[in-house]
């Protein structure tokens, strides 16, 4: 069974950082893809970074390119999501979630497994 478990959330003033962690266990965490996602009160959960089993390659929603990095380190299973310059509508619960694939996707339906999630909030 796939457990994700998030970790690195919390209150950041705007123009901060902060760094997500997500631990992978259950299955061979190097074969497939990761993603991060996040929901605001009373909004969809929305895509917001990705990242291949191969080469390594992200993807990020437009909201959030440049300002956040997604890596991965396959010897310790765990996933991260770097956000600098936060800005308040950055404040959500944020996912960890694994697709059956090595590719990277960016849509809820095609991520099998996701993680309890971790508050981010950014006061302004």
């Known amino acids: 069974q796939v457990q994700l478990v998030e970790s690195g959330g919390g209150l950041v003033q705007a123009g901060g950082s902060l760094r997500l962690s997500c631990a992978a266990s259950?299955?061979?965490?190097?074969?497939?893809?990761m993603g991060w996602f996040r929901q605001a009160p009373g909004k969809e959960r929305e895509f917001v970074a990705a990242?291949?089993?191969?080469?390594?390659?992200?993807k990020y929603a437009d909201s959030v390119k440049g300002r956040f990095t997604i890596s991965r380190d396959n010897a310790k299973n765990t996933v991260y999501l770097q956000m600098n310059s936060l800005k308040p509508e950055d404040t959500a619960v944020y996912y960890c979630?694994?697709?059956?694939?090595?590719?990277?996707?960016?849509?809820?339906?095609?991520?099998?497994?996701w993680g309890q999630g971790t508050q981010v909030t950014v006061s302004s």
């Open positions: 259950g299955r061979t965490f190097s074969t497939y893809a």
């Open positions: 979630a694994a697709p059956n694939t090595g590719r990277v996707v960016t849509t809820t339906g095609e991520y099998s497994y």
């Open positions: 990242i291949s089993s191969i080469n390594y390659i992200e």
